[in-house]
């Protein structure tokens, strides 16, 4: 899909090299966000089973391959090799879908320049996501993923498309799915909050309770549970600070302020946080 050379990561860092069993170790810590189940090779076997379709002729030798390559394509997530990341996902179809959106989505948010591009990406990732539903329809990450993805296209677009699109109410559906799933997703409860603070913030209030059933207080609701459930992740806070923007204008530009400050503060635990940090900083600058 990638022909190109995507624009590298400009933070690299040892303590974001999860080689080996480090990967392993740190699992529970770097996805405390997404619940990402970890993929060894009883995982994958496992998914394998509940879909046969998903690779042809499956056994016990082809899951430990596939989990191999997944764990290495989650390594090179976390140390910032979006690109790396993103193409083994790929061709690893519904199985990497999830390693492959969080990576290409990642390098599209704060590295592509070019709003068409974002697009275009976006576009892409929703399409990984949907073939992920339709395999895997019982890893939460298969429809948060989507709402990820469908999420940033939107944001790419004005608001009078993405709802003409119909976008919002997908991101809220698989949203909903990804919550009901795994209820302690805090990513998911995150972009619930900030779903809810963006239609409050751009139709109004009354608007997006009656039309939408969007309100402030459930936003802050979402936003403070995925505080409680990730308080040392960066982009929980980096939301938090976006949806008093949101919600609040210039009224919420102190809690914005303190908020964004705090995502700077925390120590980044790989490349992903490292960027929701430094684009916290560029807040306060």
Do not use: C
């Not at 392993?24 to 046969?52: I, Q, S």
């Not at 390693?99 to 974002?118: E, F, N």
């Amino acid at each position: 899909m990638a022909k190109s050379k995507w624009a590298a990561f400009a933070h690299p860092d040892k303590a974001y090299d999860y080689a080996g069993d480090k990967l392993a170790r740190a699992w529970k810590a770097l996805h405390a966000g997404d619940l990402e189940p970890f993929p060894d090779e009883k995982h994958v076997a496992k998914l394998l089973k509940a879909n046969p379709l998903l690779t042809k002729g499956a056994g016990g030798k082809d899951a430990a391959k596939i989990a191999a390559q997944l764990q290495d394509a989650w390594r090179a997530f976390h140390r910032g090799d979006f690109q790396e990341a993103h193409d083994t996902g790929v061709a690893l179809k519904a199985l990497g879908a999830s390693v492959a959106i969080k990576a290409g989505g990642i390098h599209a948010t704060y590295l592509l320049k070019s709003d068409k591009d974002k697009l275009v990406r976006y576009a892409e990732l929703a399409e990984l996501a949907e073939a992920a539903i339709a395999a895997l329809p019982d890893e939460a990450n298969s429809h948060y993923r989507r709402a990820f993805a469908l999420g940033r296209y939107s944001q790419s677009l004005s608001i009078a498309q993405a709802l003409a699109q119909g976008i919002a109410g997908k991101v809220k559906s698989s949203l909903d799915t990804a919550l009901k799933l795994a209820p302690k997703h805090a990513e998911a409860r995150t972009a619930l909050g900030l779903y809810h603070a963006e239609i409050v913030g751009k139709v109004g209030g009354m608007l997006a309770k009656f039309t939408y059933g969007a309100s402030a207080g459930e936003a802050e609701k979402q936003l403070k549970e995925a505080l409680k459930l990730t308080p040392d992740s960066p982009i929980a806070w980096v939301e938090f600070g976006n949806a008093q923007l949101l919600l609040h204008g210039a009224k919420g530009e102190d809690d914005a302020a303190a908020a964004f400050a705090k995502a700077t503060k925390l120590k980044p635990r790989d490349a992903m946080e490292r960027l929701d940090a430094e684009w916290a900083k560029a807040q306060l600058a």
